[in-house]
């Protein structure tokens, strides 16, 4: 039987809890990863130098939407999910529903919740974070990479 990165709330929720119990440093980030490139790469290695087990908070399709647009995601997330899944940094990913990553990360309790720079120390996330005894790490943005940029660049910035 193939043993899968992808949990549910519960599960990753237990999963958390025990890893601290042994003393690790549990990291979570979260995104919607929908066409990965070097930048994707490079956070995620990021986040998973700052403890020892990262967990990954995956927009659903709906969650994306709500963020990107109805023309969004391109991949739908059992293949986003794939994708992070065969990244050596993620140990587990988690698919929430939600607008925002608060109510999962209130279930985590993160010891370190890793964002992009361009959010800020004062991001959204960071009172949950913090309730819980957690911080936020940020993480210089590497270059230009953006995936709403590569698929405007692709469709020549028409809707698709």
């Given at each position: 039987m193939v043993k899968t990165k992808v949990k549910t709330l519960d599960e990753i929720k237990n999963i958390?809890?025990?890893?601290?119990?042994?003393?690790?440093?549990?990291?979570?980030?979260?995104?919607?990863?929908?066409?990965?490139h070097v930048g994707h790469i490079r956070f995620l290695r990021e986040a998973k130098r700052?403890?020892?087990?990262?967990?990954?908070?995956?927009?659903?399709?709906k969650s994306v939407r709500m963020n990107k647009g109805?023309?969004?995601?391109?991949?739908?997330?059992?293949?986003?999910?794939?994708f992070l899944s065969a990244l050596e940094p993620v140990d587990y990913i988690v698919i929430f529903n939600?607008?925002?990553?608060?109510?999962?990360?209130?279930?985590i309790k993160p010891n370190v919740h890793v964002n992009g720079e361009e959010y800020g120390y004062n991001c959204i996330e960071a009172p949950v974070?913090?309730?819980?005894?957690?911080?936020?790490?940020?993480?210089?943005?590497?270059g230009s990479f953006s995936t709403t940029k590569l698929i405007n660049k692709a469709y020549g910035g028409k809707k698709r």
């Open positions: 958390a809890e025990d890893m601290k119990r042994q003393g690790k440093m549990v990291v979570t980030c979260n995104g919607t990863f929908d066409v990965l700052r403890g020892d087990v990262l967990i990954v908070g995956l927009n659903s399709d109805p023309n969004r995601p391109i991949n739908n997330r059992n293949i986003r999910a794939e939600e607008k925002d990553p608060r109510k999962l990360l209130s279930a974070v913090k309730r819980h005894g957690g911080r936020i790490y940020l993480v210089k943005r590497y």
